[in-house]
């Protein structure tokens, strides 16, 4: 079983939102039990809170099922060693994570849209309120990640 952590800044939108997808694609594809998923946050500013709404309900709208009891925590040093995979939303958040886990020597720390093979961010939906080309985003790098692990 691979084990993977995503990690934005809050852990209220995009980290849990690829949380829940991920599995659900994984499922879709029959390889369900392959992946287990957890995500954290870099800062601490919305520990303990739940799942940002508007991210709840594009998953919804979407069919994804998720755990309504989600709260977000803080990334810890221990999770280098919990998780096959870290995995970033943006490089603001991997500038913070290496913070808390400065060294990476089995290379599990990765940005998101790197499985797909494009060099940008997964654009925050705090900001821009674009919850959709989030979950699109987080979609594709999921997809290309379970096609990474089958070839």
């Not at 849990?16 to 946050?41: D, H, K, N, V, W």
């Not at 800062?43 to 709260?71: I, W």
């Not at 040093?77 to 096959?84: G, L, T």
Request: aromatic share 8%.
């Amino acid at each position: 079983m691979i084990q993977i952590l995503f990690v934005c800044h809050g852990n209220i939108c995009r980290s849990p939102m690829a949380e829940f997808i991920l599995p659900a694609l994984a499922r879709a594809r029959g390889l369900e039990g392959c992946y287990q998923t957890a995500s954290a946050a870099v800062s601490s500013e919305e520990t303990g809170n739940p799942m940002y709404p508007p991210a709840r309900r594009c998953l919804n709208q979407h069919g994804v099922p998720f755990d309504a009891g989600k709260r977000a925590r803080k990334v810890v040093p221990a999770d280098y060693d919990r998780n096959d995979r870290i995995i970033c939303m943006d490089r603001s958040n991997l500038r913070l994570l290496r913070r808390i886990i400065p060294d990476d020597p089995d290379g599990k720390i990765s940005l998101m849209m790197q499985w797909a093979g494009v060099s940008r961010d997964v654009a925050d939906p705090w900001y821009t309120g674009d919850f959709e080309q989030t979950f699109q985003d987080l979609l594709t790098a999921c997809g290309a990640m379970l096609d990474a692990d089958l070839s």
